[in-house]
């Protein structure tokens, strides 16, 4: 910072960074066709009297790169003296092909202003917002605007310093589209590739949402035959495709391999002729010249909900394009925006109707079929009741509102649990009031039993005042009406094991059985049952 604050002061400041930028794109190697080579910019380096326009253009070109690979990063810890004469320089770079992105978003000097202004393609949040995010309310809920906010927009948010698992984590659930930061890899020459596995990271420090359902029906299902073109196919003739193949609404280019290259609707198509000199400059030249080269294309087996919300995010222009489906990497099929959100509301309607309406986990009708599918299935599985102790006298004291809080605060402790600590697959139902049901695998039970009794025993302290705590427990009249001391509110598991020999009226039988043994146990506890008649209680 020293260095270029100096050479500003001597009017070198170009010279400088001319210098950076060349040994930064002598020294990236060739990145992979979905990596990009972020450059430091300031400001006023586009408006230095020593710029020269192209060459910057000319370094990358020699280096066998594309400005497609290039990202321009507008730090916002200096301002831009000549908006003016900025906006012209940076359109100059953006119209080769190079992308934009707000460096230190957050702490500069024109902040929302800037971004406003500037559009970027990407949007770097500074590590001050990002810094212990997984333990502020305030810095999530700060980001999930910002991240709301550069969706709107068509632009993509950069997390920078990640230093930890949880910070990492809690980003990824509020759905922060990329991070930087020494947990996923430090600063090295040359690059390294970061060996975090993305996948596998899950918030610890917060509870899963409720109340979502969703459809993980691949999208693959909902593919429709395409029609394709070689990229040296000429634009008036697709244009003739589409006259005579009503209603054909997209034409695929891919190579003689079957791989996606481009994709063109017909109103992108259409814009383009129409406009002055259109079919003079381009009805003669190949589609390649006109199509979208950076179409949305996702493997069959993408999960429905996961591909609208992909498709949804992309920009205005581009929001209701069909989508192309691909096996291995080879075009099988087409999908409209239409279709996939027909089906997605169709799916989010029968989901709806067997939920609890204040969790929105899936209810007694919903919980019934999983049984009796599990049942002919003829796995095993451990089902947990959960059931909460003290209920009434905390809703008699406090009232219905907190009273649903708890029940709310049990829903995502079961369901972290079963997250956390059972496999994929395994279900949590909500069959009202306070009672709720998992369904696990045997050897899982009883550490979803240990992590759901612990977690709840510390979470719901928080539902009670400082004098309650204080004290640890509250006044509150039983059900004969007499005054007396209660207990905090607390869980209790009865755990049974089920096979296909089971019915529903027998595991109801047993359920009710086993629940009256662990309500027997004061505080959080639960109840393993052993063969029919022996019992195992623990804290």
């Keep these: 910072m020293m260095l270029f604050d100096i050479a500003e002061e001597l009017g070198m400041l170009f010279a400088l960074e001319r210098i950076c930028r060349e040994r930064a794109i002598a020294c990236a190697g060739t990145p992979a066709s979905d990596q990009k080579l972020f450059l430091n910019i300031h400001p006023r380096t586009l408006t230095d009297p020593g710029f020269t326009p192209g060459s910057t253009l000319e370094a990358v070109r020699a280096m066998g790169l594309a400005p497609e690979n290039i990202v321009f990063e507008i730090t916002e810890r200096h301002s831009i003296r000549d908006f003016g004469v900025f906006y012209k320089t940076l359109s100059h770079y953006r119209g080769q092909g190079f992308k934009v992105a707000i460096d230190d978003a957050g702490t500069g000097y024109s902040g929302l202003a800037t971004i406003a202004e500037l559009k970027p393609d990407f949007i770097k949040i500074d590590m001050s917002l990002i810094r212990n995010i997984n333990r502020d309310p305030v810095r999530r809920a700060l980001m999930e605007t910002l991240v709301s906010f550069a969706e709107k927009i068509g632009s993509r948010v950069i997390a920078e310093g990640i230093e930890t698992r949880e910070e990492a984590a809690t980003l990824m659930a509020i759905g922060a589209h990329y991070g930087q930061g020494y947990y996923l890899g430090r600063p090295d020459y040359p690059k390294q590739e970061t060996h975090v596995d993305i996948g596998e990271l899950r918030p610890t420090a917060q509870l899963p949402s409720v109340g979502s359902p969703a459809c993980s029906m691949p999208v693959g299902e909902l593919a429709e035959p395409a029609h394709t073109v070689p990229p040296s196919t000429l634009a008036g003739e697709v244009r003739k495709l589409f006259e005579t193949s009503d209603p054909l609404t997209s034409i695929a280019v891919t190579d003689e391999r079957g791989k996606p290259l481009g994709l063109i609707m017909d109103y992108h198509l259409n814009r383009q002729l129409s406009a002055q000199y259109g079919v003079a400059l381009y009805f003669k030249r190949p589609v390649s010249a006109v199509m979208d080269t950076k179409p949305l294309v996702m493997e069959e087996t993408t999960p429905v909900e996961d591909a609208a919300r992909l498709a949804m995010s992309r920009s205005r222009l581009q929001a209701y394009d069909d989508i192309m489906i691909t096996r291995a990497g080879v075009l099988t099929g087409i999908v409209s925006v239409q279709r996939l959100l027909h089906k997605l509301a169709q799916v989010q309607v029968e989901l709806a109707k067997g939920t609890n309406p204040l969790t929105g986990l899936p209810g007694n009708v919903a919980l019934e079929k999983e049984l009796e599918t599990r049942l002919a299935g003829g796995q095993p599985f ?128 047993r359920a009710a059985h086993v ?8 505080g959080n506890a639960y109840v393993l049952e052993c063969g029919v008649c022996q019992m195992r209680a623990l804290h």
């Design 382 to 509: 451990s089902l947990l009741y959960a059931d909460l102790d003290n209920f009434k006298s905390y809703n008699d004291t406090y009232g219905f509102k907190n009273g649903d809080r708890i029940i709310l605060l049990l829903a995502k402790v079961l369901s972290w649990a079963v997250q956390r600590h059972g496999a994929k697959g395994d279900y949590v139902a909500h069959i009202g009031g306070d009672d709720f049901v998992c369904i696990t695998s045997p050897r899982h039970a009883e550490r979803v039993c240990r992590a759901a009794t612990r977690c709840f025993g510390r979470l719901v302290r928080g539902c009670y005042c400082a004098e309650d705590i204080a004290r640890g427990w509250i006044t509150a009249r039983g059900r004969d009406g007499m005054e007396r001391r209660f207990p905090f509110v607390s869980v209790s598991l009865a755990v049974l094991d089920c096979h296909e020999r089971s019915n529903l009226h027998e595991i109801g039988e």
């Design 515 to 522: 629940k009256h043994l662990a309500k027997a146990i004061p």
